[in-house]
């Protein structure tokens, strides 16, 4: 990943290059960790005729990796052969390890503690932040890269296509008010805040036609409406079930994942937004850049007030989203929250053109491995994980089998296996959680065993099992993999 040269005045004065250097330092080296490991095992490869081949295996990996190989796999190696495979799906899966252990012990995004954000959120008239990218790993880092939030402050649920589930999302919904109800958290039951739903869908200005969202066939306008879709349906379901209308902020959001640039279709009063009609923060970008930073942000809070639309109770109702009003605080509090999302986009924008030269050379897939289950809250980083969330193969079949394609020109196409990791967190404070989050990825090798079984037989999809307490905030416990020293494919 080299960094092209660029002179500061091309910088935007709200940009933090502090923040961006820091950010990239990050995703230099967990990205460079997985990219060494087909150079390194190849080293490895050329020296396995040498009598002294297991200790100069170990001694390679020592240095180049921080770790060691295992043993039950290289000594073997005289009677079987060196398995290259298992040694590749080994080294993603321990290097995944380390990289979890880093994010939760270290917290190097800074990102875990979000007060100041929540107190914003708050003034700004929501209580909490629920987003929902496409479950493309080019938007896995949307919320610590793209738009700059602490992860520890919002919620983050990826779904294909960005249509997340909505009574998935209503429970949440009602787990939150309780809570305030309750226990006062984030806020009081009684304060006027409201529950904030975000949509992130994505299409690609290099290549629109081939590298948008598969899960809506690189259709932009098809993206959007369904996304928006979602979101009508979920406060309509909120109404339909609570009367309480007001209580749901919605936000539609399109990403570029070429340049990060994201457009944010503007609100209106009633929380009816516009889908042809978008405030481009690219466009933003290049209005205000001569501006000092004052200036930039008074100009940036003119355009998105100039962008929302005007009263459309008419088109609210068609679009199933009601006419519930809203009072004015909450009117002025979504607009300053859209001020600062672009804001902190401005910086993100400058991050690409700083590094990657205008925009990134993987515009398509480039995942390293498919995460699949529950949790993957430290994944942050693009086009690192393919997520497939899930709680059975059954139900999340089509997610997968989208991955598994997409491994298969990234990895099988190379003769390297699938890497997936299975992973489950769980509340400890829960008498019996942990039990039944492994035995979840339990069930799901073993579905993916069955449902992949030429894969699995041939060596080419290799499976890590690991849980969390989420409560306890600890990294992950790894409960499983299919590369232990047994006979067969998956266990």
């Known amino acids: 990943m080299n960094r092209p040269a660029k002179a500061p005045a091309d910088l935007h004065p709200l940009t933090d290059t502090t923040a961006n250097e820091r950010l990239y330092r990050y995703e230099s080296s967990v990205k460079q960790a997985f990219d060494n490991i087909v150079p390194v095992l190849k080293q490895i490869a050329s020296e396995r005729c040498d009598p002294d081949f297991v200790d100069r295996a170990q001694q390679i990996t020592a240095q180049e990796f921080g770790f060691e190989l295992p043993a039950h796999i290289l000594d073997t190696a005289w009677a079987t052969g060196l398995d290259m495979r298992r040694l590749f799906a080994w080294c993603v899966f321990e290097t995944y390890r380390r990289v979890s252990d880093e994010f939760f012990n270290a917290d190097p995004l800074g990102g875990r503690v979000g007060n100041d954000f929540q107190a914003f959120l708050q003034q700004c008239g929501f209580h909490l932040m629920d987003i929902t990218p496409c479950a ?3 938007l896995a880092h949307a919320i610590s890269y793209v738009l700059r939030l602490p992860y520890g402050a919002v919620r983050r649920k990826s779904y294909a296509g960005s249509l997340f589930d909505i009574e998935n999302t209503v429970e949440k919904w009602i787990e939150t008010e309780l809570m305030r109800f309750r226990e006062g958290i984030p806020n009081r039951a009684d304060e006027p805040t409201r529950y904030l739903k975000v949509v992130i869908y994505h299409f690609s200005s290099v290549d629109p036609a081939h590298q948008g969202c598969a899960a809506h066939g690189s259709d932009d306008e098809a993206a959007a409406r ?133 925009h990134y050379q993987d515009i398509g897939h480039a995942e390293r491995f498919i995460g699949t289950g529950i949790g993957f809250e430290e994944i942050q980083l693009r086009n690192l994980t ?7 193969v059954e139900e999340g079949a089509a997610d997968l089998d989208v991955g598994i394609k997409i ?29 039944r989050a492994v035995a979840h990825c339990e069930r799901i ?13 041939d060596g080419m999809l290799h499976c890590l ?20 020293p047994v006979t067969g494919g998956m266990h």
């Open 465 to 484: 099992r690991a849980v969390r307490d989420c409560d306890a905030g600890t990294p992950i416990e790894l409960v499983g993999s299919s590369l232990e």
């Open 136 to 138: 493309d790993g080019r």
């Open 226 to 358: 369904e996304g928006w879709e979602r979101l009508a349906a979920l406060r309509q379901a909120i109404e339909n079930g609570f009367c309480c209308g007001a209580s749901v902020g919605l936000l539609l959001i399109g990403m570029d994942t070429d340049t990060d640039a994201i457009r944010v279709h503007v609100p209106d009063t009633n929380g009816y937004c516009e889908l042809n009609q978008w405030l481009d923060v690219a466009k933003v970008h290049e209005i205000t850049r001569g501006l000092s930073a004052a200036e930039a942000r008074t100009r940036i809070a003119e355009l998105v007030q100039a962008h929302m639309p005007g009263s459309h109770a008419g088109g609210a109702q068609a679009n199933g989203m009601g006419a519930s009003s809203t009072d004015g605080l909450s009117d002025k509090g979504m607009l300053q929250l859209i001020a600062r999302l672009i804001e902190n986009n401005l910086s993100q924008i400058d991050y690409v053109r700083h590094f990657h030269d205008g």
């Open 386 to 392: 393919y997520f497939a969330y899930l709680s059975t």
């Open 445 to 457: 090798a073993a579905a993916l065993k069955a449902r992949y079984p030429a894969l699995c037989s």
């Open 407 to 435: 491994f298969t020109g990234l990895n099988v196409s190379r003769s390297l296996p699938v890497p997936i990791v299975v992973r489950y967190d769980y509340h400890g404070n829960v008498p019996g959680a942990r039990e």
